[in-house]
């Protein structure tokens, strides 16, 4: 039906690869380059995304992220907004290693974190407190977009996963049912009548019209 409002879009854009994804390093708030496999990623990405005719774009100020923003920001010509609050989860003496690496050494801590308990992973943030730093910031940017908008954030893996999950309002021990992004892949969250929904998640394609379904 025409005149309909399908109100605001975020897209949730994960980062590029950088070495210490191949290697499975845990990265955290560690400032790590994209690879050039990377940025080629953000590159394909931002051709596909720019279809989406974005009105703005936030990123976490970590290079991995900034970098691959700027890709879509060179195919739209919108600026960038970097913000400390997109960041990765710090998790302290557990970055720079490997899964491995973590349960040889802080296995306890790993297990815990494993069942769903509230774990500060090697010594740092709860997931909660990322999406008490993250979701704001994105809300914030939602409230400047205009009518049936769409905003971009171009973040990280757990830093994503923890303000989808607040967003669509699941507890903290469900998060971990959002699987995680891939590369430069992106999850998609509408606004419908009873808050926000998840629309697409880890695509690395357009959407595809939904015919037929409750909106």
């Excluded at 720019?50 to 060179?74: C, F, G, V």
């Excluded at 021990?173 to 998840?198: D, I, M, P, T, Y």
Aim: charged share 25%.
């Amino acid at each position: 039906m025409s005149g309909l409002r399908r109100g605001p879009r975020v897209v949730f854009w994960r980062h590029g690869q950088t070495a210490w994804n191949l290697e499975g390093r845990f990265q955290g708030s560690t400032d790590i380059p994209l690879t050039e496999t990377g940025r080629a990623q953000a590159r394909r990405a931002a051709r596909l995304l720019a279809a989406l005719r974005p009105d703005a774009i936030i990123a976490s100020d970590l290079q991995r992220a900034s970098d691959t923003a700027a890709e879509l920001a060179a195919v739209t010509g919108l600026p960038v907004e970097h913000h400390k609050g997109l960041r990765e989860t710090f998790a302290g003496v557990w970055q720079g290693l490997t899964n491995t690496e973590i349960q040889l050494k802080y296995g306890d801590d790993y297990a815990a974190w494993r069942r769903g308990e509230p774990v500060r992973r090697g010594g740092g943030e709860l997931e909660t407190e990322v999406a008490d730093r993250a979701v704001p910031v994105i809300l914030e940017a939602v409230e400047k977009l205009p009518e049936d908008g769409t905003l971009v954030v171009v973040s990280h893996g757990g830093a994503i996963r923890t303000s989808v999950g607040r967003l669509i309002g699941l507890e903290p021990f469900h998060w971990e049912s959002l699987g995680g992004l891939s590369n430069c892949c992106w999850s998609v969250l509408g606004r419908g009548a009873r808050g926000w929904r998840l629309l697409e998640h880890n695509a690395g394609t357009l959407p595809e019209p939904v015919i037929g379904d409750d909106t």
